[in-house]
């Protein structure tokens, strides 16, 4: 079975650009997270979706930031204009079921990761 | 989410036990201890996790104390792949929809 799928694995742009980073998460999974590791710092939640909706996105850092999953499937992240401190490396997980009881046991699937450097 | 605290960093030789420490002594009574490593240039990967019990999987084991104020994550004998950042984290199983936040971990190096 595919695990978490990231698309770029590396990009970058110049500040002022836009980039856009691709998720697919596992098949059937209806819980999609990004977060993101800015160098020397803490790897950072942005944004939970449970299908399309999204569920949590308090750690999305400004409204440059624009997080889609149309149909529940994969998911983009776009950043627009990218500016230097956006700079990083995001990561991408899922995990299946839904509500209560499958967060009792839900471990969370982490793809590779897009390093996004912004010059 | 309720906090972790595991020492910055810690060191093993090779194919010795190690046992990486973590306090959690405002745990409650839903929340279960998970455990994350991030290999280096990789994502974060889920490795165990208990809510009472002692807990044994192909990658490591579990050991929960009594009151659950703290746990400790054992790998029975490292290897040099085992070099990573480990993170203990706290995620309660009656939150209708939960994530896994990151604390600082430990970074954990293997002497060969």
């Known amino acids: 079975e595919a695990g978490v799928t990231q698309f770029p694995s590396h990009s970058v742009i110049e500040k002022g650009q836009t980039v856009t980073l691709r998720c697919d998460p596992i098949?059937?999974?209806?819980?999609l997270y990004w977060y993101r590791r800015v160098m020397g710092k803490e790897i950072k939640f942005l944004l939970h979706f449970v299908k399309e909706s999204k569920q949590d996105e308090s750690g999305m850092p400004n409204n440059r930031f624009l997080a889609e999953r149309t149909g529940g499937t994969y998911s983009t992240l776009k950043v627009q204009p990218a500016e230097l401190e956006d700079s990083g490396v995001y990561f991408c997980?899922?995990?299946?079921?839904?509500?209560?009881?499958?967060?009792?046991?839900?471990?969370?699937?982490f793809g590779q990761g897009t390093r996004l450097t912004v010059v | 989410d309720a906090k972790t605290t595991q020492p910055n960093s810690m060191e093993s030789n090779e194919e010795e036990p190690v046992h990486l420490p973590c306090n959690h002594s405002?745990?409650?009574?839903?929340?279960?201890i998970h455990w994350y490593r991030q290999l280096p240039s990789q994502g974060p990967e889920y490795v165990i996790h208990g809510l009472t019990s002692n807990v044994n999987n192909r990658m490591a084991s579990l050991a929960i104390a009594e009151d659950r104020k703290s746990s400790t994550l054992i790998l029975h004998r490292a290897t040099l792949r085992d070099a990573a950042v480990y993170y203990c984290i706290l995620r309660d199983g009656w939150t209708s929809y939960d994530k896994v936040i990151f604390g600082p971990g430990t970074s954990l190096s293997v002497i060969p």
């Open positions: 405002t745990i409650s009574g839903t929340d279960y």
């Open positions: 098949s059937g999974h209806d819980n």
């Open positions: 997980a899922s995990s299946g079921g839904r509500g209560r009881v499958s967060v009792l046991n839900t471990e969370a699937f």
